[in-house]
């Protein structure tokens, strides 16, 4: 799996408002109950549920069309990031062992078939075994009919056609349950068909309506309504920024990057690379500062989480001094030649894209000056969003909280206690935050040391494999931050 | 082999969509003429609680004394939601009050029944069952006060209990 795939489908996880999924599984069961109490009948259920799943998470998708529009735009590369679109839906991982993927070629057609074999169910979790479980898969008649999952299915189906519509892409994917674990069947089996444009309106012209062979009613919606997108700046630069092309530069050497990079500014915005630089020119240091002040106000773009946090003062002083701490551990445990080889980086990357009276200025700057133009540039966004550093004070450490015998939470928690409950989760996000600067630092040196190689990933997995080398490491700390930051939101 | 319940207690889902899918399961339900939605999603909140004390439950005896942090326990396990409890000994009532409801997030002018009936349902269902063997403490849903669905900040869930200290 590609790394911007990884971190988004972090990402995605960490903003969805999540339950228990035993919670989840039981409402999803109890609404496909509830519709099979309106329509007596099996089939028409699990053609309703799928509706009613589709509907859903469109209507999820239309209220963050932003993170859409970062996705990559073909049918063939949107279905190859299904681990993303079962985050999205789902907000759990899905293990790269429990899935497969199956190729089903078709000659005349410009995109193949696609067959994903799921292992485990979430939805399918000992169906069956409980008394409640009461929907009667037995009285289906109809081998086409979908199982359990469809609903799930339906929101898949949605997400993905959402990203299409969204990138303006023509084809759109039908993605079908076929084989279903509470039908007794051995795993979750999806088949996903990617059609053009003339080939859906046909596969959708059918109501669904006139497919139901009860008497209940359903209001049709437009399948195919447009997606109105802002025409922006912002919006060329995620055309060059979408996932797919952010993966193909990860995986170029320094030079392929700079060649690439030269290539979208060309394309996406019509000027030469040195002419775009050029803006910057004079103000280099300006342009340093934007990049830390627009990191942290990025943090803050999907649905202004950051902001959210500093609104509690407790949370905003708690990160001030986390941001004051890392800035004076930059300095304290990082060798200044280790500064300057990132600072050399920025310079050999810059060279041949910017103007040479630019790259002049840039050299000019010590790589400790680099890292203090990024502190102010986020230090001015952290203030932007709601820190306070003119009040903050010396570190004040709280002790642990003593868990209640019974095992039950108390209901009587103050701010004082909820705060003191964080603090062990905040100093370990801290103590591995550290950790992955520290593994971090030690890339350029080997970009620069590696001149055989010269390739920026050579460099990274150069210990023993991908999994087990730096990328591994970086990506096992990330991971591990991430649980920690969703443990602290729970 | 597939997940069982008991592996499903230990991880989160998302329930963005799911959230979405309840409103339009009751849109569906209007639409087909069905008067008692409420009750219905009262059904649901039953059911699911049925099931899932069959792999979890928090404690052994729910009492007055331990009510509070019972409901706390509840919410914050099952939901991942951090309310605040209030108790009013004079009139028996219970009312929680929950800042990001795991149901309701925005507000439909459509919509007259709250998606978190199904969470008060479910919870008188986890501790009436869990108090079935045992004369004594009881609680009822009495209502839905505020819902983000109806446009207010937060969900208001109010209890009667009975059988007291």
């Given at each position: 799996m590609g790394t911007v795939q990884w971190l988004l489908k972090k990402i995605t996880k960490i903003f969805g408002r999540s339950t228990n999924s035993l919670f989840y599984t039981l409402l999803y069961r109890e609404i496909l109950k509830e519709i099979h109490e309106i329509t007596e009948n099996e089939e028409d259920s699990l053609l309703i549920l799928r509706e009613i799943g589709k509907r859903a998470t469109f209507e999820s998708c239309d209220r963050h069309t932003t993170i859409f529009r970062f996705m990559p735009g073909n049918p063939k590369k949107v279905l190859e990031y299904f681990e993303l679109l079962w985050v999205v839906v789902?907000?759990?991982?899905?293990?790269?062992?429990?899935?497969?993927?199956?190729?089903?070629?078709?000659?005349?057609s410009k995109y193949n078939d696609y067959l994903l074999k799921i292992k485990r169910c979430p939805i399918c979790?000992?169906?069956?075994?409980?008394?409640?479980?009461?929907?009667?898969?037995?009285?289906?008649?109809?081998?086409?009919?979908?199982?359990l999952a469809c609903g799930l299915a339906g929101m898949l189906e949605s997400v993905a056609n959402y990203i299409l519509k969204v990138k303006k892409n023509e084809y759109r994917i039908r993605i079908i349950e076929q084989k279903c674990m509470a039908r007794g069947e051995e795993c979750l089996q999806l088949t996903c068909k990617i059609y053009d444009k003339i080939e859906w309106r046909e596969l959708t012209s059918e109501k669904l309506?006139?497919?139901?062979?009860?008497?209940?009613?359903?209001?049709?919606?437009?399948?195919?309504?447009?997606?109105?997108?802002?025409?922006?700046?912002?919006?060329?630069?995620?055309?060059?920024l979408s996932l797919d092309k952010i993966e193909e530069l990860l995986d170029e050497p320094l030079e392929g990057v700079k060649q690439k990079t030269a290539e979208l500014i060309r394309e996406k915005l019509n000027m030469e690379p040195e002419r775009f630089f050029d803006y910057f020119k004079n103000y280099e240091d300006d342009m340093i500062r934007i990049i830390g002040f627009l990191f942290i106000h990025l943090l803050n773009e999907y649905g202004g989480f950051v902001e959210k946090i500093f609104e509690n003062e407790t949370f905003a002083k708690i990160a001030g001094y986390l941001f004051k701490q890392f800035k004076e551990f930059t300095f304290l445990f990082i060798p200044i030649d280790v500064i300057n080889d990132y600072h050399n980086l920025l310079v050999a990357f810059l060279e041949g894209l910017a103007p040479s009276e630019m790259i002049e200025n840039i050299k000019a700057f010590s790589g400790k000056q680099d890292i203090e133009f990024l502190?102010?540039?986020?230090?001015?966004?952290?203030?932007?969003?709601?820190?306070?550093?003119?009040?903050?004070?010396?570190?004040?450490?709280?002790?642990?909280?003593?868990?209640?015998?019974?095992?039950l939470i108390s209901s009587d928690q103050t701010m004082r206690d909820q705060t003191e409950e964080q603090i062990p989760k905040i100093i370990k996000i801290i103590q591995?935050?550290?950790?992955?600067?520290?593994?971090?630092?030690?890339?350029?040196i080997r970009v620069l040391v590696s001149e055989g190689h010269y390739g920026l990933k050579t460099a990274i997995n150069s210990v023993i494999s991908e999994e087990e080398g730096l990328f591994g490491q970086i990506k096992n700390r990330i991971d591990t931050i991430f649980d920690y930051i969703q443990e602290l939101r729970i | 082999m597939n997940y069982s319940r008991a592996d499903l207690v230990q991880t989160n889902a998302t329930m963005n969509q799911l959230r979405n899918a309840i409103y339009h399961l009751q849109r569906f339900m209007k639409r087909n003429n069905i008067t008692e939605v409420r009750s219905r999603l009262r059904r649901m909140g039953k059911n699911i609680a049925h099931t899932y004390l069959n792999t979890w439950r928090p404690i052994e005896k729910v009492t007055f004394t331990n009510i509070k942090d019972v409901l706390a326990t509840i919410y914050r396990n099952?939901?991942?939601?951090?309310?605040?409890?209030?108790?009013?000994?004079?009139?028996?009532?219970?009312?929680?009050?929950?800042?990001?409801?795991?149901?309701?997030?925005?507000?439909?002018?459509?919509?007259?029944?709250?998606?978190?009936?199904?969470?008060?349902?479910?919870?008188?269902e986890f501790i009436n069952i869990i108090n079935s063997r045992q004369n004594g403490f009881k609680i009822e849903m009495q209502d839905i006060n505020e819902s983000k669905v109806f446009g207010h900040n937060s969900c208001r869930h109010v209890y009667i209990y009975t059988g007291g200290k």
């Open positions: 789902f907000g759990k991982e899905l293990s790269e062992e429990d899935l497969s993927y199956e190729i089903i070629e078709k000659k005349d979790a000992d169906y069956g075994n409980d008394e409640m479980d009461t929907f009667g898969f037995d009285k289906i008649v109809n081998k086409e009919t979908e199982g309506q006139d497919k139901l062979n009860s008497n209940v009613v359903i209001d049709e919606v437009d399948e195919d309504v447009e997606i109105e997108t802002e025409s922006d700046f912002i919006e060329k630069i995620q055309e060059i502190f102010e540039g986020a230090q001015l966004a952290l203030e932007n969003l709601g820190i306070d550093f003119a009040s903050l004070k010396e570190n004040v450490w709280e002790e642990l909280r003593k868990e209640r015998e019974n095992g591995e935050m550290l950790m992955l600067l520290s593994e971090i630092l030690t890339l350029p | 099952v939901l991942n939601s951090n309310i605040s409890i209030e108790v009013d000994e004079v009139n028996k009532r219970i009312s929680i009050q929950d800042n990001d409801c795991a149901l309701c997030k925005y507000h439909f002018s459509d919509i007259n029944v709250a998606g978190c009936e199904i969470i008060g349902s479910m919870v008188v």
